[in-house]
């Protein structure tokens, strides 16, 4: 109503703006708003939207009678019964039912009318004017037992409300003139099933409920949030202890086909999963999102709030900023670097006795090791906690890192698309003294320290991590750390917010956790363990959480089992397998796809070949998700141009394809009621139970580990090392590292290392062009070809 009501103001000149008070608002409080309103000169009138069993006789004559619009107040509806229409507000809806019937030529004088279903004002408005107009009128409700014979004696029927399923059609005679005068919900929404708005206009269009009463909705305490404005909220870690007993809920993973550039909507099928599960089948239930890099924002991609009619809002919020998070990965990532090259200037600018004297100064007249300075001589073997009683051998050991600038892995970031600084050099001005080296900076969640902040489960746990994390070899090829550095309490120190998960809420009012956003192809492209596990507590044993996996699921669907389900110990229930006919057509041949460019004719028009063609790779993902034990539902996101017999076709092959189930999803342009279907499919899916299984044994070699992936998941021949893969591979296994599970940075384009190959590549060896450490994160990633 909403949407119609915005767009019948701006085609009549008038400005409108929607005050959404809170579902339990009392009497009281909806009387309070409605004075406020009665009182501002700015306001020429106000329309009750509130549901009938709050219309009563003190909230409606609050109402200034010259304010009410619907004319719905004691005293319009006086003048209207003594004959003063024209000096009173009388019902639109009534008016637009006279106004139709006489503009459709119909004589109303002498004819029989029965008004079915309508109540108060409208009824009462309806009654006067058509006996103005010389008719017979008669009210009815839709149990009233002679219905039948009023029906059978009506010239005009005019329905007030919808009819009931119980009422046959055939009750009405053959020539009767019918209205309905009760509001369609979709009627003049949408055309074609397209949404006539754009998303940002959809999103402020709706105002969402105080984040405080969502808080209060999914059983939050009043100091369990930090709210954040009027629409954000961080959720304190304390939640996890008090409901520690609390059976966890559904797990269900959202994954995707190997996408076009356009990306395929899995964040929109994600929120309109929930809310169809929330506020159409009323089921608990929880979207656990990333957060977008504003990189991709800014760029051709946009935002990854969702879209059309499945979104979650303030859009702006989610997109921009949000509650600052990314910023203070940047500001950790960067104190981290700058840590490092000072370290390096120092220690060829100072003897060992003046660095000594730096790192542990007298305070006072007392000289004593810190916490982190006393964890570093027990690494080094050190066994002395008093500072001058090191020798001279210890003290150079202790003081120097000797760090070797060409093994530094540790990148200034930055979430801007910044291409000038992909390649950059440091360290010119005088003060450096000739200390200068090539460097870079990295798009900010590409940090190690937002995969960290994804995989952490708690704030000690992620300071071990942020201290583990390796920067660089020093000059014996051993690793250096955050910990050697000394900065690892100060980064935590910087995360400590940053670790809370975001609350915010879809256009439905269905809760949704925004935290962390790892890309999917350079990173494990997941949202934080944090948010999943404080979600499944908080929809109960019967409730549902719908996580997200970036890319398509040989890429984003792979990293969550072998990676963030190995970090969190979760089980999942369900993955859901998003497609699309277009990108099915990509992968069937089509021409290629860019984004920004209009799509060609084949992506537009009916193409049952194309479509069947590319439907091999909608099979090898669902074999893929079968490897992990999992039940597969496919959801096809159907857009605007898909025909009915390309959308049967892809169900049909899906399901021959091993999938549970496979149903078309319409969320994006009518939100939840459009994915009630998949909702039902998943649940079913979910009852059936899983054999969750990882791929590999994180103990066998990193090169057997990398080869699994490439054969059992991309179906390559084989792998095919570099010299300089090969090399870090023996130096991470002697450095201790073998054991780690792999995130393999590859093109999310094709199940290949070659984007342009579509569909189900075969007979290809993967090159490993480099292979890199997390060891913060907990990972080993190998670069797959050219990827950057």
């Not at 369990?224 to 409901?243: D, F, N, P, Q, T």
């Not at 952490?456 to 250096?480: C, F, H, I, W, Y």
């Not at 910990?483 to 100060?490: F, P, S």
Request: contains cysteine; hydrophobic residues 40%; negative net charge.
């Amino acid at each position: 109503m909403q949407e119609v009501n915005q767009n019948l103001a701006e085609e009549a000149g008038l400005n409108i703006s929607h005050i959404c008070l809170p579902p339990d608002s009392s009497e009281d409080e909806i009387i309070d708003e409605i004075l406020k309103i009665n009182e501002d000169n700015r306001v020429h009138g106000l329309a009750l939207q509130i549901s009938e069993d709050l219309f009563s006789n003190k909230i409606l004559n609050a109402l200034k009678p010259e304010k009410d619009v619907d004319g719905v107040t004691d005293i319009n509806l006086g003048k209207l019964v003594r004959g003063d229409a024209h000096e009173c507000f009388v019902s639109p809806v009534a008016r637009a039912v006279i106004e139709l019937l006489a503009k459709s030529g119909v004589n109303l004088d002498g004819k029989k009318v029965l008004v079915i279903g309508a109540h108060g004002s409208l009824e009462a408005a309806l009654q006067c004017l058509f006996q103005r107009k010389g008719s017979m009128t008669m009210s009815s409700q839709w149990k009233t037992p002679q219905l039948q014979s009023k029906l059978h004696e009506a010239d005009i029927v005019i329905l007030g409300s919808p009819k009931p399923e119980e009422i046959p059609l055939s009750w009405i005679q053959p020539g009767t003139t019918v209205l309905n005068c009760f509001h369609d919900f979709l009627s003049g929404l949408f055309e074609n099933g397209i949404p006539k708005k754009h998303d940002i206009e959809i999103s402020r269009g709706q105002t969402p409920k105080a984040v405080d009463v969502l808080a209060k909705e999914i059983g939050l305490l009043a100091d369990e949030i930090e709210i954040y404005g009027k629409s954000k909220a961080k959720v304190r870690l304390s939640l996890l202890e008090r409901l520690r007993d609390q059976a966890d809920g559904k797990y269900v993973l959202v994954a995707g086909i190997t996408p076009t550039p356009l990306g395929e909507g899995k964040s929109t099928v994600t929120i309109g999963l929930v809310q169809a599960l929330t506020a159409h089948l009323h089921v608990n239930s929880f979207a656990c999102l990333r957060q977008p890099s504003q990189g991709p924002t800014f760029g051709v991609k946009g935002g990854a709030a969702g879209g059309g009619y499945a979104q979650v809002i303030p859009m702006e919020e989610f997109n921009l900023h949000l509650t600052g998070d990314i910023h203070a990965i940047t500001a950790a990532n960067n104190l981290l670097a700058a840590a490092i090259d000072t370290r390096i200037l120092h220690e060829n600018t100072q003897t060992d006795k003046a660095l000594y004297n730096r790192l542990v100064p007298s305070v006072n007249g007392v000289r004593e090791f810190s916490e982190i300075q006393l964890a570093r001589l027990k690494k080094l073997g050190i066994n002395k906690t008093d500072p001058g009683t090191l020798t001279e051998e210890e003290v150079s050991k202790f003081a120097r890192l000797n760090i070797d600038p060409s093994t530094i892995t540790w990148q200034r970031v930055l979430d801007t698309n910044d291409r000038f600084l992909r390649k950059i050099t440091i360290g010119q001005a005088s003060t450096e003294k000739g200390y200068s080296r090539p460097a870079q900076f990295d798009i900010a969640v590409a940090s190690e320290i937002m995969a960290v902040l994804a995989l952490t489960d708690s704030l000690r746990d992620m300071k071990e991590r942020l201290g583990r994390m390796v920067v660089a070899s020093d000059k014996n090829g051993q690793p250096v750390t955050a910990d050697d550095l000394g900065v690892t309490g100060a980064l935590t120190v910087l995360m400590k917010d940053a670790i809370k998960p975001n609350l915010m809420q879809t256009l439905e009012g269905t809760p949704v956790f925004v935290h962390a956003g790892p890309f999917a192809n350079i990173a494990h492209g997941n949202s934080s363990v944090l948010a999943d596990k404080i979600a499944l507590k908080l929809v109960g044993e019967e409730g549902f959480v719908v996580t997200e996996a970036g890319f398509g699921a040989d890429i984003g669907m792979e990293k969550f089992f072998n990676i963030k389900c190995r970090a969190s110990g979760l089980v999942p229930s369900v993955v859901v397998l998003v497609a699309t006919v277009r990108a099915l057509k990509m992968h069937g041949g089509g021409p290629s796809v860019t984004a920004g460019v209009p799509l060609k004719k084949e992506y537009t028009e009916e193409n049952i070949q194309l479509v069947a063609d590319g439907c091999c790779n909608l099979q090898k993902q669902i074999q893929i998700a079968q490897l992990f034990g999992v039940p597969v539902v496919v959801a096809l996101n159907v857009f605007k141009t898909d025909t009915r017999a390309e959308i049967d076709l892809v169900c049909e092959l899906a399901k021959r394809a091993g999938a549970f189930d496979a149903v078309p999803c319409y969320h994006w342009s009518v939100g939840g009621k459009g994915s009630v279907d998949l909702a039902r499919a998943v649940r079913e899916a979910a009852n059936k139970g899983s054999h969750f299984q990882f791929l590999y044994d994180v103990q066998l070699p990193i090169v057997e580990k990398i080869r699994t992936i490439a054969q059992a998941v991309y179906g390559a021949k084989d792998i095919e090392l570099s010299p300089e893969a090969q090399s870090k591979i023996d130096r991470y296994t002697q450095q201790g590292f073998g054991n780690l599970p792999i995130c393999m940075a590859k093109t999310h384009l094709s199940l290949s290392h070659q984007p342009e190959k579509k569909g189900v590549p075969r007979d290809f060896i993967l090159p490993i062009s480099d292979v890199r450490a997390s060891i913060g994160a907990g990972f080993i990633y190998p670069l797959v070809g050219t990827v950057s």
